[in-house]
């Protein structure tokens, strides 16, 4: 096979312009597989049978944010969160919650706060050593997205609450079948007789609260 | 914000209870009545409190407002024996009683047994008897401005171990107890006797104290040492330093000795906590 003079210079120019710009990129990086389907299913998988995940209290946390002064937003946590999750994949009770958090794990980083926070102006965890969520049912919106109603029990009092929940993750390795979720809700701390600061707008009404849960199949 | 709680939670109910201390001297005057000073402290500490919390609903949540209520009727209880001439002598036996039915009523979280708060009933109830001793014996500005000062000890307690609500309402009896003293020094300036506070107004100072204190230990998530809380409740005691042999038949050192005695209580309570706090929260950070 016999290449024009033309036809050579224009394969030769055509390689090394190939090779130029391969090196200009630098090394060719693998393309990182995409998450697990799991993440990205828009329902719980493999959840033909009912199953009980109980929440994991070292990887699953509570936020809370409260307006401060009517300026800033102030931020806390509670460090220490139990309960169970229940999943059978379809109805209404596709998505079962009962969970718990210890009054007194609340932190801000700040003892004085912390105590304050402890105490009965606030969530007074001598009286009232746990908040409960139980939920009554639940309903599939788009996504990983779920809306999640039951009773909320704060500072002795229960009031219906209805919460967006998330489910962020599924996975199954050597420590078993994890499952994550990421519930949002805002609640009236007034309504729960949690009023302190409310009348004189040095503390928001309204808290919105972030609950972070890591569960294994139990 | 500072600017409300100063007036609705402590200048209005401390108007209040200077009123009702004016009116029960007024009907002092005219009948046998022993005064309303009882009545007037408890009425400050229960309008304070409920400027600071909702009374509805008491019983299921906010149950420290069993304190307030507690003092209330503890107060009206001993202020009314003084309308009944005949059990006048029995009266300070009658106050112990109504103390110790009063701390049994008490609701405070791991308090549920009976025994431990008729114990705190009974303790209550003896240093009442000593502080109405005193009360009755000394008519005086100094013993009013003595309980007066010690009432700011279990106030920074609660204070220091973040229950505001309680230190509040304490805060606004001890201011209470201060104005009431400086009519007494006006009265006395003017060479008028001095009525004193009472019965009532020894056995309720005592009260408030004692089941104040209680109610800060068992709301208290601080971990102050109990004795502290203690010292705090006997802070009015320390009037009885003006009783000392040597001081007690001198009016001015008598005097002096009162108000030294309920101060350096006080003071050395606040004092031991801050330390405690710091040597606490220092240890938390080694």
Redesign the interface.
Known sequence: MHLSSKSFTAITSLFVITISAVALQGPVEKVAPTPTATNSTTSIQGQTSETTWKVDDTHSMGLFRVQHSGAGMFWGRFDDVSGTVTTNGSGAQALAMNIAIDTNSVSSANKDLDGHLRSPDFFSVKEFPTMTFISTSSKKLDGNMWEVSGNLTVHGVTKPLTANVEMTGQSESVRGKKIGFEAVFTMDRGEFGMTYGIEKNAIGKNVRIIVALEAGAS | ?EM??LLYAIALPSFVGVMFSYCGNLARKISVLTGFNGCALAATLLLSSMS???LI?FA?????LWFPLTTFMIAVLTDACGLFKKIMPLRIYIACAVIILGAALLLI??WDNLSRRLFLGVAVGGCATVLVLVVEKRKCFSTSLALSFSLIAPSVLAML??????AIPLGAVAFCLGIISLIELVRQMRGRKCLGLGVGGGVVVASIAGLGSATGF?????NIPIWIWVLSAAAPLGLCLGEFPGICSRQIPSACARICGCVILAVVAILMCVLFQNSS?SS?YK
Not at chain 2, 161 to 166: E, H, I, P
Not at chain 2, 218 to 222: E, I, P, Q, S, V
């Open positions: 914000m409300e709680i600071q919390e909702s609903q299921s949540q906010n149950r420290w979280p791991s171990s973040g229950f505001a609500k309680l068992g709301y208290d998530t601080t929260a938390l």
